[in-house]
């Protein structure tokens, strides 16, 4: 009887370090050495939602945008040169002067016989000139200049017909 409780003990020593030899050999370290069918199985049903961590640390600060859009103003100035006004070989000028703090960014210019009766204009005229005032290189544009060229000496109409010369600028800030 004692040596089938000697060969029972051994027979249970060699089970026991054979299933440890067995386990370190085959020891599941990915969800890949899972049968696919199995592995459905052995997942339950998705848990609540967990709490909301903490606020982050705040990020730097933005890169500028453009400004926003602008306003602009429409001026106008008018100036009429009568028929008895000599100005042979020099102009007839009028500018339109933007509001303080504004620059002009476009603008145009007309000249015409006006109607003295009352209605439409008789006749327009073309304006020799049409630019930014001052019209010089690098300065900001403050306004608009509307020239028109010997308006007394014929070229325009006929000798002694008044002449409006009307200059409008386009201002933005």
């Given amino acids: 009887m004692k040596t089938k409780l000697t060969i029972a003990t051994v027979v249970a020593f060699v089970l026991?370090?054979?299933s440890a030899v067995a386990g370190g050999h085959f020891l599941?370290?990915?969800?890949?050495?899972?049968k696919p069918s199995v592995l459905h199985k052995l997942q339950g049903a998705k848990g609540p939602r967990g709490a909301t961590g903490p606020a982050g640390v705040a990020g730097p600060a933005?890169?500028?945008?453009p400004s926003g859009a602008s306003t602009s103003t429409v001026v106008s100035a008018t100036t009429t040169i009568?028929?008895?006004t000599d100005l042979t070989g020099s102009n007839g000028t009028v500018t339109a002067t933007c509001p303080s703090g504004e620059e002009a960014v476009s603008g145009s210019a007309e000249a015409y016989h006006p109607n003295t009766s009352g209605g439409d204009p008789q006749g327009f005229l073309f304006a020799t000139a049409s630019r930014p005032s001052p019209a010089t290189s690098g300065?900001?544009?403050?306004?608009?200049?509307?020239?028109?060229?010997?308006?007394?000496?014929?070229?325009?109409g006929p000798q002694g017909d008044d002449i409006t010369i009307v200059a409008y600028a386009v201002c933005e800030k």
């Fill in 16 to 18: 026991l370090v054979g």
């Fill in 62 to 65: 933005g890169v500028a945008g």
């Fill in 139 to 156: 300065a900001t544009p403050t306004g608009w200049t509307a020239m028109v060229l010997d308006p007394s000496a014929g070229d325009l």
């Fill in 28 to 34: 599941i370290t990915s969800t890949s050495q899972i």
């Fill in 82 to 84: 009568t028929g008895t």
